[in-house]
């Protein structure tokens, strides 16, 4: 009994806000070291995902011929979530398909889809229009990839990297040169033949368009070009439109802007933080 009369005072636990990071294309759980850094400063808690032959997941690129196989690990991190647990899925560049996906499959798991610098395609890769939309074009800088034929030489590549000389230049322009530095270290041939195959089945109750999506648009990137973001949204309209004056890779070049604009989104949506 305490001094109450007999009530017992009841204690809420709020969990801190959960924050998933998706990388993109030959990158990894790596890529979010300094905005992981900046999240759990300020009390939230966070889960960088390493996709399957990207970070220090050792599976061969070259073996994995389908998105189902590539998206695994953030498919099965959302299917351990507790039922009653919802998360901010933020990917970036080709990491805006795994959190598509996502969406269909766990929209009552996420509470927010940020797509940064990303490809954002309701349904994938269906039509020439998303193809155009949503994959990088270089050709204007040369002949800047290593590919692989895993599949054989008369047959489309299974992975591509960005040649080292060029990856300053096309991906981290804007950043600080340790930072490309590290990332020079740490790229791997990204399994392009699996990305391209990912296309997604929209179900009857439209799930995917319950999760209130915002996009962080990079005006100065040169992987996922201005005009190509621009597309998308246009496309697939998301609740909301950031701007960053950054390269392809912000958590490197604007950190603190992003992680800025990451919280804006989260209060955007009545989230408490």
């Known amino acids: 009994m305490g001094d109450d009369g007999g009530m017992t005072e009841r204690v809420m636990v709020v969990k801190p806000i959960h924050f998933v990071l998706v990388h993109g294309i030959s990158g990894g759980a790596w890529c979010w070291y300094k905005i992981r850094c900046l999240m759990e400063n300020s009390g939230y808690r966070v889960s960088c995902i390493d996709l399957k032959s990207s970070g220090i997941d050792q599976t061969d690129p070259t073996s994995l011929v389908s998105f189902d196989d590539y998206n695994k690990p ?49 349904l994938g890769y269906l039509t020439d229009e998303d193809v155009k939309d949503g994959v990088p074009d270089l050709s204007e800088f040369g002949d800047v990839y290593e590919l692989q034929f895993g ?73 996922v070009k201005p005009e190509q973001q621009d597309a998308m949204i246009k496309r697939w309209p998301p609740s909301e439109v950031y701007v960053l004056d950054s390269d392809h890779s912000p958590f490197f070049s604007t950190p603190f802007l992003l992680f800025g604009l990451l919280l804006k989104a989260v209060a955007s949506c009545g989230i408490k933080l």
Not at 74 to 101: C, K, R, W, Y
């Open 74 to 122: 953030l498919m099965d991190f959302m299917s351990n979530l507790p039922d009653n647990e919802q998360v901010i899925l933020v990917g970036h560049s080709a990491g805006g398909l795994s959190v598509t996906q996502a969406t269909h499959k766990f929209a009552d798991k996420i509470r927010l889809a940020v797509y940064v610098a990303a490809t954002m395609l309701k």
């Open 151 to 223: 599949s054989g030489p008369d047959q489309a590549p299974t992975t591509a990297l960005i040649k080292k000389e060029f990856q300053r230049k096309i991906i981290y322009h804007m950043s600080p040169r340790e930072d490309s530095t590290l990332a020079g270290m740490l790229l791997r041939p990204g399994p392009i033949k699996a990305l391209l195959a990912a296309r997604f089945v929209d179900d009857d109750d439209h799930n995917v368009d319950k999760v209130r999506r915002i996009y962080i648009k990079t005006t100065h990137d040169r992987v």
